[in-house]
């Protein structure tokens, strides 16, 4: 599983009727949109990669209530994140971005993240992410 480009001016919704979501690589961090998730615009235009998981589907937003919608639910998406971040141990961090991926996806899926994506959206160094993951083994 590797990044692709991502530049979009477009405001985009990632299909809520789908088990899937995107990783968006910022620059010094990562985010993560499930579904019924804003993407692009203005809210991306430092994004330059994503990583498509799942089913992946974008839609676009029919009207100004669904555009709200979106953001409502890409606002969501980054304080499930943030809360994983205040845990001061990274271990901990790490050990819960993988459980919380587990509600979402296939453990095919999962297994597939580069260690990378996943460090980056909780603040640990990708070995962290490679101990948990021996850990739950």
């Known amino acids: 599983m590797e990044p692709i480009p991502f530049d979009s001016d477009d405001l985009l919704v990632v299909n809520s009727r789908r088990r899937n979501g995107l ?33 992946f ?33 990274p271990v901990k961090r790490a050990q819960q971005i993988l459980t919380q991926f587990e509600y979402y996806f296939d453990s095919e899926t999962i297994s597939q993240l580069p260690d990378e994506a996943l460090a980056l959206l909780v603040g640990v160094l990708p070995h962290t992410i490679r101990m948990a993951r021996d850990l739950e083994t």
């Open 57 to 89: 589907s974008l839609i676009r937003p029919e009207s100004a209530e669904d555009r709200q919608r979106a953001y409502a639910l890409r606002r969501q998406w980054i304080r499930l994140t943030k809360q994983i971040t205040d845990n001061p141990v």
């Open 23 to 55: 990783i968006l690589y910022k620059r010094y961090h990562a985010e993560f949109a499930g579904p019924g998730a804003a993407v692009g615009g203005f809210i991306d235009h430092d994004c330059k990669l994503a990583l498509p998981l799942g089913n």
